[in-house]
């Protein structure tokens, strides 16, 4: 009779474990997850306080747009350059075999970069979807590997470390609206810059907006002006930082309202159902060698990660039945788009754009 009783309690202990195991699980999972978006909200702040900063107190034309700024060679060699966001660890490695990422590479970027450079993640990357070339290894900033537009030439005449994948850029996509089952689980992105300039153009270049160009002196709205403040904003680095947060230990499920439970409506991970509302931002082509699931060398399937596919949207292997996600591809993690914003007046002024032929150089 007593060996029975033990019996019951070990089993009452395992039932009882088992409860209380899954909820701390959840604990450890949201504290480590928020605990690493924490430090990097900090850290993006302090990149963008360094980006305006040093924007501010660079010599630049008057009439100068933001997007024109970033394309000056002294400005990408001293504040931000959008080509040190992707780092060719197996050239960096036939360099130097004996390399430290952050003694040998990171003192060599733009001082923006440099704040940026302890977000970058490991990504192996299958970049000609070809079983003959081995995939390369890079170390680079979250969101979406493009391919560079080849109609985009690069004539600084900056020469980068061979260990500098420029041929890549990173872009993070916005999603806007994520569509119902029934809309094959849609999500509508819209594309963003890791670094941009706060304004209300729809493209650069477009004087949408009561705020096109805040960063040039010319700065005129394109439509009329707020009676009780007329006049826009001019002479001002006005700058944001993004940075993809994505969860490692938790799911992304859809939202039903504060009190409406969505245990059993998560949101499936299907970079083939993703819709783009601003194609004409990105600066390159996808890369279509990024599936979210794939069969590694023993032949089995393997999730592309929290951080994988394409998009960049990630993959989640949990709760991955067909009641689910309908195909029981996995589900996306749990995410936002962390975004820091800095303003500084500019204090170092050109000659006109038309008017000087000056070359700036650092």
């Known amino acids: 009779m007593m ?10 202990a395992l039932v009882e474990f088992g409860l209380v195991a899954l909820v701390l699980y959840m604990l450890v999972g949201g504290a480590i997850t928020f605990g690493i978006w924490i430090y990097a909200a900090g850290q993006i702040q302090q990149a963008a306080n360094v980006g305006a900063r040093e924007l501010s107190q660079t010599p630049l034309p008057f009439d100068e747009t933001f997007e024109n700024a970033l394309e000056q060679k002294i400005v990408r060699q001293r504040v931000y350059d959008d080509r040190w966001l992707v780092i060719d660890l197996d050239e960096l490695e036939e360099e130097d075999p004996d390399y430290n990422f952050f003694q040998d590479v990171v003192p ?10 302890v977000l970058y993640s490991l990504d ?3 970049h000609d979807n070809d079983e003959a070339t081995p995939p390369i290894r890079l170390m680079r900033y979250p969101g979406a590997l493009l391919k560079r537009s080849e109609g985009d030439p690069d004539e600084s005449g ?5 260990y500098v994948a420029d041929e890549y850029v990173v872009q993070i996509p916005l999603v806007v609206e994520r569509k119902d089952a029934a809309d094959d689980d849609a999500e509508r992105i819209r594309w ?3 670094v941009e300039e706060i304004d209300t153009e729809e493209l650069p270049g477009d004087d949408s907006g009561a705020n096109p ?23 001002v680095v006005a700058l944001r930082v ?13 939202d039903r309202g504060a009190f409406e439970l969505n245990a059993g409506d998560p949101n499936a991970a299907n970079d083939d159902a993703v819709e783009s509302l601003n194609p004409e931002a990105m600066k390159g082509t996808l890369l279509d060698s990024k599936p979210l699931v794939f069969e590694n060398s023993l032949g089995e399937s393997v999730y592309a990660g929290t951080y994988g596919g394409k998009y960049g949207l990630g993959i989640h292997g949990a709760m991955t039945s067909p009641e689910l996600t309908g195909d029981a591809i996995g589900i996306r993690p749990y995410r936002r788009v962390l975004v820091s914003h800095a303003i500084f007046r500019r204090e170092v002024f050109l000659p006109s754009i038309e008017d000087s032929e000056e070359t700036l150089t650092p």
């Open 3 to 12: 060996r029975s009783r033990r019996h019951n309690r070990s089993g009452q």
């Open 108 to 117: 060599r970027m733009p001082l923006l970069n440099q704040q940026l450079a």
């Open 124 to 126: 192996v990357c299958d």
């Open 158 to 162: 900056i020469e980068y470390p061979d």
């Open 192 to 194: 963003v810059c890791v």
């Open 213 to 235: 160009d805040p960063f040039s002196l010319t700065n005129e709205p394109a439509i009329p002006a707020d009676p009780l403040d007329p006049e826009p904003p001019r002479g």
């Open 242 to 254: 993004h940075y993809p947060a994505q969860s490692t230990w938790l799911s992304s499920y859809r």
